[in-house]
Structures are given as C-alpha cells and as structure tokens.
C-alpha cells in the first residue's frame, strides 16, 4: 500500500516537471481563438496574473470560457491536461485517485467559474471562498491546487474545454442532470 502511494505521489510529482517543460513549448492558439499573454521569465503571465491569482481576485461567479464551442480546442486542452499530470488522478476521464470526469456527479458544480477555480486553488481554498459541495464522489483526498502549475488562463480554459469534451453533461443547459 505504501509503495503504490509512493509511486503515486512521485507520478504527480513528475507531472508538475512535465507541465512546466510542456509550458515552454506550447503551440500557438488557433486562428480565431481568443490568445494568451506571453509568459515572462518567470513563467506567469506578462500582466503578472496566474490562474491562481485570477481565481483569488476575480469576483465570485464572474469567470466565463472565452471558449463557447469548446469541442474546437478539446484537442490543445488534452494535451494541456497531459502536460499538467491531471491524468495522474483522474484519468482520461474515467477516475482513479481523483474523481471521474466522465460521469454526472460534479462536486462543486459544473459552471465554468467553479470548474476554473476548483482547479486553480484546490477543494481546500475553494471552500473558503465560500464555495460549497453539491454532490459526493469516492475520492482519496481533496483537489491539490493546480493554479501555478497550469502557467496561463488560457491554458486554464483549454483544460476545461477538453473536460466537456470528455464529458458532454458538463454543459450548462445539459439535458443530463449534472449536479
């Protein structure tokens, strides 16, 4: 048991190395799509915003996808996904330590703020924002913050892209009952 925790925790380690070398050589956003700030030296933003920060300081509920036809960028938010370890909880999709993507149970929502920010700051930091769960899963621990790792919003709302790609009952307006 000890040993598969320990490989686990190494997996995600590892994860976050690979996220941030991916982060260096991003391809370059689709014609029409909205674009990202080119990241400093110090792999943030250049207005200095991360994902993290923007979901500490944006207003609550106020954060919306740029993307509305998300199926068009599912294929960079996998390989964003990818890059940021997420698989090493979650899968393709279907669960593991962390949560399924694919079913209709969505803990804290599924609207694009909670999602944005769930991933960004964490279940921990997302409770206290006031934030609150709606549904249960049988997961192993909370959601790390992931809001440094994926270095940019854009990157941000690509993961969430591919996330309603996996699975189609995330959508506001589904006619799936998702919460």
């Known amino acids: 048991m000890l040993r598969i925790f320990g490989v686990t925790i190494l997996l995600c380690g590892l994860g976050g190395s690979a996220a941030w070398a991916a982060n260096q050589a991003q391809d370059p956003p689709p014609d029409g799509a909205p674009t990202a ?4 030296a110090d792999g943030k933003a250049a207005s200095g915003s991360s994902p993290l920060e923007t979901a ?4 609550k509920g106020s954060l919306e996808s740029p993307y509305a036809d998300f199926a068009s960028i599912a294929a960079d938010g996998r390989k964003v996904y990818l890059a940021a370890g997420c698989n090493g909880c979650h899968g393709m999709g279907g669960g593991g330590m962390g949560p399924p993507l694919s079913n ?3 803990v804290y929502g599924k609207d694009d703020d909670t999602l944005f920010r769930l991933i960004a700051l964490g279940s921990d930091e997302l409770q206290k924002q006031g934030y ?18 994926v270095k940019s919003d854009d990157d941000m709302w690509k993961i969430i892209a591919f996330i309603r790609s996996v699975n189609p009952s995330s959508v506001e307006g589904s006619s799936a009952s998702a919460e």
């Open 37 to 40: 700030e080119a990241p400093a």
């Open 56 to 59: 500490r300081n944006a207003e």
């Open 104 to 106: 209709q149970v969505w």
């Open 132 to 149: 609150s769960r709606k549904g249960s899963e049988n997961v192993v621990g909370p959601m790390p913050p992931f809001g440094t790792i």
